[in-house]
């Protein structure tokens, strides 16, 4: 009897052990994934980001994709200071951990629409990948809008259109959007008349998708103008 009694408790403190253990791992790999990243850190891996070296590139977005909310503050300071692409870069992981984010988008804005006659091509390039961040949101999408209609120059009308295309190809919309998209068609459609064969065509192809991929009434909305055309 005592045997048994000494192996029900050997058993009890071998499972409390177990126990213990898987706890404490638990708290320290907790504690491994919550601590913040710094500031340097986190511009370094942005700089990895945009590499010429795909796999300096690829190890770099693994990482970033691995951040968590709490990195949020660090990106904000990051995509208000500093090369314009990195700029660009920290925005897209802030749309990434918060498709909302309502902070971020006039640094869209600045980033879409400061470019100039001086601008690098690499520059320009990143310039044009905010304003492809713009629909991720219901904001974004009237901004990108107004873009559209009053934008000070070719290059941000242009800009602007691609992102459109982009949305509108596969009528992901952001939640809440619909109201944002029924202002945006007619001005999508009066983008046909600029003096510019690009601006033509993307609108065009624009209203389309519209019409054959977008929600029922906007596609009815889409049609009206389209249908001017005949």
Not at 48 to 75: F, G, I, M, W, Y
Not at 96 to 117: C, H, M, R, W
Not at 192 to 200: A, S, T
């Amino acid at each position: 009897m005592k045997t048994a009694m000494n192996s029900i408790v050997a058993g009890f403190f071998r499972r409390l052990t177990i126990a213990s253990v898987v706890i404490a791992s638990f708290y320290t790999c907790f504690a491994q994934e919550q601590k913040p990243v710094s500031e340097a850190e986190l511009r370094d891996l942005i700089k990895k980001s945009l590499s010429k070296d795909h796999k300096v590139v690829d190890e770099a977005n693994e990482k970033l994709s691995k951040l968590t909310v709490q990195s949020l503050p660090v990106l904000a300071v990051i995509s208000k200071n500093g090369a314009t692409c990195e700029r660009m870069k920290a925005a897209d992981v802030i749309i990434d951990l918060e498709k909302d984010n309502k902070a971020v988008i006039p640094v869209l804005v600045e980033l879409s629409t400061e470019g100039d006659a001086s601008s690098t091509e690499e520059d320009l390039l990143c310039r044009r990948g905010a304003t492809f961040l713009l629909p991720y949101s219901t904001e974004g999408i009237r901004v990108l809008t107004g873009m559209l209609k009053d934008g000070k120059n070719l290059f941000i009308r242009r800009s602007a259109i691609f992102a459109f295309d982009e949305l509108t190809e596969t009528a992901n919309y952001p939640k809440g959007s619909m109201e944002a998209m029924k202002e945006a068609i007619p001005v999508i459609a009066g983008s046909r008349k600029i003096d510019d064969e690009v601006m033509q065509n993307m609108s065009n192809e624009v209203l389309w998708q519209i019409v054959r991929q977008g929600d029922k009434e906007l596609s009815r909305i889409a049609k009206k103008f389209v249908a001017d055309d005949k």
